[in-house]
């Protein structure tokens, strides 16, 4: 069985350019969420995506955008990049929204934004 | 809306020593709570989780935690450290107020002597 995948590893962009990150979910799973983390912080919730809708948002700018698409992959886009949105990105998939789901999580994008 | 607590950003333990990692949450309704370690350049690890069937919960590698509704707390405990649980670790709740959505608190960095 292969665990959330995410790609690229580590990605470098300039102030005022646009990012795409992307996460391929485990098998089985229908549920993708994101979360941006911090150097030396916890990660905060972007949103979730279930069956390809948005199911949830954090407090994050609509610059901020992302995807599902029908086999449960997900982008995250994020438009006029700002320095402090150089942190880790993590992608976690889910076989569902119940409440007492685990989220399995990927390895994370490093974005530095200079 | 869902908040996390952990009391102490770094404890440092002797190795055979007990762990203690403390965790308070705040939640509107009913939520799970989880525990997940992140070692170095590592992705985020689920080590246990509270889905109401018990109080007292056990997980991977010998942690348990105990959910008290009263204290509104879910402390993490391992009777004996090893080197290899020097890592940071998150407390983790969750009660679908926006989406399954995981509220992360900031971490207690562990630091295991030998």
């Known amino acids: 069985e292969t665990g959330v995948t995410q790609s690229p590893t580590h990605l470098i962009k300039t102030r005022g350019q646009q990012v795409t990150l992307r996460c391929s979910s485990q098998?089985?799973?229908?549920?993708v969420s994101w979360y941006q983390q911090a150097l030396g912080q916890g990660p905060q919730f972007i949103f979730q995506y279930y069956r390809e809708e948005e199911n949830g948002r954090g407090n994050f700018p609509p610059r901020f955008s992302g995807l599902q698409f029908p086999n449960y992959s997900s982008e995250l886009n994020v438009n006029a990049l700002e320095l402090d949105d150089s942190a880790l990105y993590l992608c976690?998939?889910?076989?569902?929204?119940?409440?007492?789901?685990?989220?399995?999580f990927g390895p994370g994008t490093r974005l530095t934004v200079l | 809306a869902q908040s996390v607590t952990q009391l102490d950003s770094h404890v440092s333990v002797s190795e055979g020593t007990p762990v203690l990692l403390r965790c308070n949450y705040s939640?509107?309704?009913?939520?799970?709570l989880f525990w997940y370690v992140q070692h170095p350049n590592k992705g985020l690890q689920l080590l246990l989780k509270y889905t109401s069937a018990a109080t007292l919960v056990k997980g991977i590698n010998g942690f348990e935690a105990e959910f008290k509704k009263s204290e509104t707390s879910f402390h993490l405990t391992k009777p004996s450290a090893h080197m290899s649980d020097a890592a940071e670790y998150f407390c983790?709740?969750?009660?679908?107020?926006?989406?399954?959505?995981?509220?992360f608190g900031p971490g207690t960095r562990l630091s295991v002597l030998p």
């Open positions: 983790v709740v969750s009660d679908l107020t926006y989406g399954q959505n995981f509220v």
């Open positions: 976690a998939s889910s076989p569902g929204t119940g409440l007492y789901n685990e989220q399995f």
């Open positions: 939640s509107s309704y009913s939520p799970s």
């Open positions: 098998s089985g799973h229908n549920t």
